[in-house]
């Protein structure tokens, strides 16, 4: 498959029979582009209503993979640790290496205690607060692409000063460098998976860039407990790297080339995703579609505030958001309600400190078990990218939330019989269940809770509002996953294990009675038909906009 830029110099593949003259524009005399030979029988290739093709499909998959190469940077940074917090109770936590730990200068490095260690997990999720809003406003003002790109200097910065920790203080750094960075890349990557992909596989391509980011934690706890500190940092080092390499040929989001008003690189950039080079009407409708859609959200939040409007910027846009009555403000609500319920429901201390809170005993190690969880949900988050768009969202919630729950009372069940009778837990007819609640969770949360929610950001927001909508919902989501992760450790030693999941296994349920109440299914609805389902004062659209 050409890349973006090849396709850009080249021009667009020509069907059979034709020939490209200088400067790649059809050789005269040839069969017009969209044409089909007489008597040939064949669909002309402008058809309104062609099928996706196969190469279509390929490319807009490539493109989706290539930008969620960042997430898997993400993923790593999670679970890195996991795998390393036993490790740096020890004064030997870098060892085995060379130079510092081994009599250097600045002697061997100084043990962690349990609540800095608490920090080290719980200050990513207050880096990607702190850089949510600046990474959407950047989006908005610079592109998808180049500040997407922006993030993979930060990763590296940050495992560089891993390099370097001898004790908490440049962790503590590192892993605020690795919430910047995180924020500009899930906040991003979430615009650019919507917004280059056509509706038919916008659910898809978003579940399968959260795919990847579970992909990232498989990577942290697979190599961490069996190489050494330094090995470990160095590896996760390159995924950024390779992060740059595949995603630099990508091209702009066509969506916010319009809205700045540049339709020919915006067209360009369609021809490529939809594979129409041979088609150009089928690449003016579908932008045509667009900047109508661009339009008629401009005119209604005219409309409904031209206070608002006349304001513009960042406050127009959280005006909008919270005050004026509309879709926008219904999806802010709902998904906002549900992003909370997932940060809520345990899936970072489960991704951070599994491999301490698993009882002794069973017949796989801790590590093992944690590999295999990361192995489950990675494998699940691919099946919840095959079901999304075919299943739908609402049921693919509701019964993966209701499995993550039965999952979270088993442990909740456990633990608390372990710490508050005289059951010895440890026999073999009872230390199995942890594990197996663990991997039950990791069958169900990435489905469920953990993509669902995502995919409904992507999807709901109209891109006037994105720029200033996801970064709110991530600051939102990461402050209440910091609490979290901070207080998991601190409940963990005033009240027990089991109160912590006493909490999530609530949380849980109640995300159950949320989606069966509120969440309306928008699986295959193009964006102004979804716009219509949340606001009941619009017109319902009886068909499909052309192009689907």
């Given at each position: 498959?050409?890349?973006?830029?090849?396709?850009?110099?080249?021009?667009?593949?020509?069907?059979?029979?034709?020939a490209?003259?200088?400067?790649?524009?059809?050789?005269?005399?040839?069969?017009?582009?969209?044409?089909?030979?007489?008597?040939?029988?064949q669909?002309?290739?402008?058809?309104?209503?062609?099928?996706?093709?196969?190469?279509?499909?390929?490319?807009?998959?490539?493109?989706?993979?290539?930008?969620?190469?960042?997430c898997?940077?993400?993923?790593?940074c999670?679970?890195?640790?996991?795998?390393?917090?036993?490790?740096?109770?020890?004064?030997?936590?870098r060892?085995p290496?060379?130079?510092?730990?081994?009599?250097?200068?600045?002697?061997?490095?100084?043990?962690?205690?349990?609540?800095?260690?608490?920090?080290?997990?719980?200050?990513?999720?207050?880096?990607?607060?702190?850089?949510?809003?600046?990474?959407?406003?950047a989006?908005?003002?610079?592109?998808?692409?180049?500040?997407?790109l922006?993030?993979?200097?930060?990763?590296?910065?940050?495992?560089?000063?891993?390099?370097?920790?001898?004790?908490?203080?440049?962790l503590?750094?590192a892993?605020l460098?690795?919430?910047?960075?995180?924020?500009?890349?899930?906040v991003?990557?979430?615009?650019?998976?919507?917004?280059?992909?056509?509706?038919?596989?916008r659910?898809a391509?978003?579940?399968?860039?959260?795919?990847?980011?579970?992909?990232?934690?498989?990577?942290?706890?697979?190599?961490?407990?069996?190489?050494?500190?330094?090995?470990f940092?160095?590896?996760?080092?390159?995924?950024?790297?390779?992060?740059?390499?595949?995603?630099?040929?990508?091209?702009?989001?066509p969506?916010?080339?319009?809205?700045?008003?540049r339709?020919?690189?915006a067209?360009?950039?369609?021809?490529?995703l939809?594979?129409?080079?041979?088609?150009?009407l089928?690449?003016?409708?579908e932008?045509d579609?667009?900047?109508?859609?661009?339009?008629?959200?401009?005119?209604?939040?005219?409309?409904?505030?031209?206070?608002?409007?006349?304001?513009?910027?960042?406050?127009?846009?959280?005006?909008?958001?919270?005050?004026?009555?509309?879709?926008?403000?219904?999806?802010?609500?709902?998904?906002?309600?549900l992003?909370?319920?997932?940060?809520?429901?345990?899936?970072?201390?489960?991704?951070?400190?599994s491999?301490?809170?698993?009882?002794?005993?069973?017949?796989?190690?801790?590590n093992?078990?944690?590999?295999?969880?990361g192995?489950?949900?990675?494998?699940?988050?691919?099946?919840?990218?095959?079901?999304?768009?075919?299943?739908?969202?609402?049921?693919?919630?509701?019964?993966?939330?209701?499995?993550?729950?039965?999952?979270?009372?088993?442990?909740?069940?456990?633990?608390?019989?372990?710490?508050?009778?005289?059951?010895?837990?440890?026999?073999?007819?009872?230390?199995?269940?942890?594990?197996?609640?663990?991997?039950?969770?990791?069958?169900?949360y990435?489905?469920?809770?953990?993509c669902v929610?995502?995919?409904?950001?992507?999807e709901?927001?109209?891109?006037?509002?994105?720029?200033v909508?996801?970064p709110?919902?991530?600051?939102?989501?990461?402050?209440?996953?910091f609490?979290?992760?901070?207080?998991?450790?601190?409940?963990w030693?005033?009240?027990?294990?089991?109160?912590?999941?006493?909490?999530?296994?609530?949380?849980?349920?109640?995300?159950?009675?949320?989606?069966?109440?509120?969440?309306?299914?928008?699986?295959?609805?193009?964006?102004?038909e979804?716009?219509?389902?949340?606001?009941?004062?619009r017109?319902?659209?009886?068909?499909?906009?052309?192009?689907?």
């Amino acid at each position: 498959m050409r890349n973006y830029e090849t396709f850009r110099r080249d021009g667009p593949d020509l069907p059979d029979g034709h020939a490209r003259g200088p400067g790649g524009v059809a050789a005269a005399g040839k069969p017009r582009v969209g044409v089909a030979p007489r008597g040939s029988g064949q669909r002309p290739p402008c058809a309104p209503r062609g099928p996706r093709t196969p190469r279509a499909i390929r490319r807009q998959v490539l493109v989706n993979l290539a930008a969620g190469l960042a997430c898997v940077a993400v993923g790593s940074c999670l679970g890195w640790p996991s795998p390393i917090l036993d490790r740096m109770s020890s004064k030997h936590w870098r060892w085995p290496g060379v130079g510092l730990e081994r009599g250097g200068g600045l002697g061997p490095p100084r043990p962690l205690s349990t609540d800095e260690a608490s920090w080290v997990v719980s200050l990513m999720d207050l880096g990607i607060v702190l850089g949510s809003l600046p990474a959407g406003w950047a989006a908005d003002r610079w592109g998808r692409r180049p500040v997407l790109l922006s993030c993979a200097p930060m990763f590296v910065a940050s495992w560089l000063l891993v390099l370097a920790a001898q004790g908490p203080e440049f962790l503590y750094a590192a892993r605020l460098l690795q919430g910047l960075a995180s924020s500009v890349a899930m906040v991003v990557t979430a615009m650019y998976a919507g917004e280059v992909s056509d509706d038919g596989l916008r659910g898809a391509n978003s579940a399968m860039v959260a795919m990847l980011l579970t992909l990232g934690t498989v990577v942290s706890y697979s190599v961490g407990p069996y190489v050494t500190y330094r090995a470990f940092a160095v590896s996760l080092l390159g995924v950024p790297a390779l992060f740059v390499l595949c995603f630099c040929w990508a091209p702009e989001s066509p969506y916010w080339l319009l809205v700045q008003g540049r339709r020919l690189e915006a067209e360009h950039a369609l021809r490529y995703l939809r594979d129409a080079g041979s088609c150009p009407l089928r690449v003016c409708a579908e932008a045509d579609r667009i900047e109508a859609g661009i339009m008629e959200a401009s005119d209604a939040a005219a409309r409904s505030s031209p206070s608002s409007a006349s304001s513009g910027g960042l406050l127009a846009s959280f005006r909008e958001l919270l005050v004026v009555p509309g879709p926008d403000r219904a999806a802010f609500a709902l998904v906002i309600t549900l992003t909370s319920l997932q940060a809520l429901s345990g899936s970072d201390p489960m991704t951070a400190y599994s491999a301490v809170t698993l009882p002794n005993g069973f017949v796989l190690g801790a590590n093992e078990v944690v590999i295999f969880f990361g192995v489950v949900s990675t494998l699940s988050t691919g099946v919840g990218a095959v079901l999304m768009d075919r299943a739908g969202r609402r049921p693919l919630l509701i019964a993966f939330s209701a499995l993550q729950f039965a999952s979270l009372l088993a442990s909740a069940v456990y633990y608390t019989l372990d710490e508050r009778t005289t059951l010895d837990m440890s026999v073999p007819e009872w230390v199995w269940v942890p594990p197996a609640a663990l991997v039950l969770y990791g069958v169900s949360y990435p489905i469920g809770l953990g993509c669902v929610p995502n995919t409904l950001q992507v999807e709901l927001f109209s891109t006037r509002v994105k720029g200033v909508a996801l970064p709110a919902i991530l600051v939102s989501f990461n402050a209440l996953t910091f609490l979290v992760s901070k207080l998991y450790q601190v409940v963990w030693d005033a009240w027990g294990k089991d109160v912590a999941f006493w909490f999530f296994t609530a949380d849980c349920l109640l995300a159950v009675v949320v989606a069966t109440a509120l969440l309306k299914e928008t699986k295959g609805k193009s964006f102004p038909e979804i716009q219509d389902l949340l606001d009941s004062r619009r017109k319902r659209r009886s068909a499909p906009t052309w192009p689907s």
